[in-house]
């Protein structure tokens, strides 16, 4: 679905990364990363199933060693959504999480070195059908020598960012392999929104978007809101990471509210909520965070949740009148508050019973 403010989107190839597809006429995919030991097969399962319960739909895990490299095929086997192992250095790392089952393979074929190093992770890929995804983060571009800091302007920064890009790029396609996906990142919005808006302009390559090290929830969540906004609102951009200082199912939540302010995906409900003020004597706050916790920690309670709107308010003096567009919600008194339908006061709940009795509504929700 595209928004009246969303320009249209730039056609790309379209790269299969397990189920889903990145780039063509598909849906701007949500990612995200384990912030786990990789070698921790219990810890890694785990997270991974909670963001799939929030609906993450690419995971990434780090591939320091071979030990985490061999321990890919039981994360894969235990889990639902495309694995992804992100590869520095070595491509032995990469040729055996390709051996292991992964769905993609994050590189960098600059500081993976040699011409037939380069090689034989691609043979890899191409013989398992598995994409690449080419990653330029601004600070660890080949160009720049170890401790060096130029004084580029931003322009120049993006500028020298494609290039790499497009180089590597073009190093994959002389062997004939043609799945890949690029990201250019960096750890501001101008150079992350030039860099991909000159590449944009010279290649059909999908995008990955996202800007690196963006900083803690809500530091982070403003740059990337921004920084990724710009991009999806001019019609790049085919799947986003959020990189965020935080647990990772915040990343993916914060990802699709990005995409859903701009019309591209639905995800879960329109929690409204007063900010409270002097009129209110209930807890808002705490009923809002409890709602939150319950509904995107249960992927059938999201996806029931979808479109609806529902209000929590502080007071009866205005709540009702404000929570009239919300298709239901509660507005409080003291330890006890209205309930409320399309507009209609239907019954009084206590205060103790509104997490409940929201999550019913939604459970028999059409
Ligand atoms: S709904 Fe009531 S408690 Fe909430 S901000 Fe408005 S007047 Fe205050």
Known sequence: MACSCHSKPRKTR????????????????????????????????????????????????????MQAAENLGRIKAAIGIPLVADIHFDWRLAVEAVRQGVDKVRINPGNIGE??????????????????????NAGSMKCLKEGQSPRWTSYEWAKRMVKE???????????????????????DIERTVMA???????????????????????AGTVKSSLGIGLLLSQGIGDTVRVSLTEDP????????????????????????????????????????????????????????????????????????????SADFGVAGGKGKGVWIEKGKQIKVVPEREWVNEVIRKIRSAK
């Open 14 to 65: 379209t790269v299969k990364v397990g189920r889903y597809s990145i780039g063509g006429s598909s849906p701007v995919s949500v990612q995200s990363m384990c912030n786990t030991d990789t070698r921790d097969l219990k810890a890694t399962v785990d997270q991974i199933r909670r963001l799939e319960d929030a609906g993450c739909e690419i995971i990434r895990v780090a591939v320091p060693d």
């Open 115 to 136: 011409k037939d190093k380069v090689r034989a992770v691609v043979k890899a890929c191409k013989a398992a059908g598995v994409p690449i995804r080419i990653g330029v």
């Open 165 to 187: 890009a497009l180089d590597e790029a073009r190093t994959l396609e002389r062997l004939d392999f043609h799945d890949i996906v690029v990201s250019l990142k960096a750890d």
């Open 196 to 218: 991909n808006t000159l590449f944009a302009a010279k290649s059909d390559i999908p995008l990955h978007l996202g800007v690196t090290e963006a900083g803690s929830f809500l």
């Open 249 to 324: 199912v915040m990343q993916v939540r914060a990802a699709y509210e990005i995409l859903k302010s701009l019309g591209l995906r639905h995800y879960g409900p329109d929690l409204i909520s007063c900010p409270t003020c002097g009129r209110c004597q209930v807890n808002v706050g705490k009923v809002i965070h409890e709602l939150e916790d319950r509904i995107y920690s249960d992927r059938a309670l999201l996806k029931k949740a979808e479109g609806l709107k529902i209000a929590v308010m502080g007071c009866v003096v205005n709540g009702p009148g404000e929570a009239r």
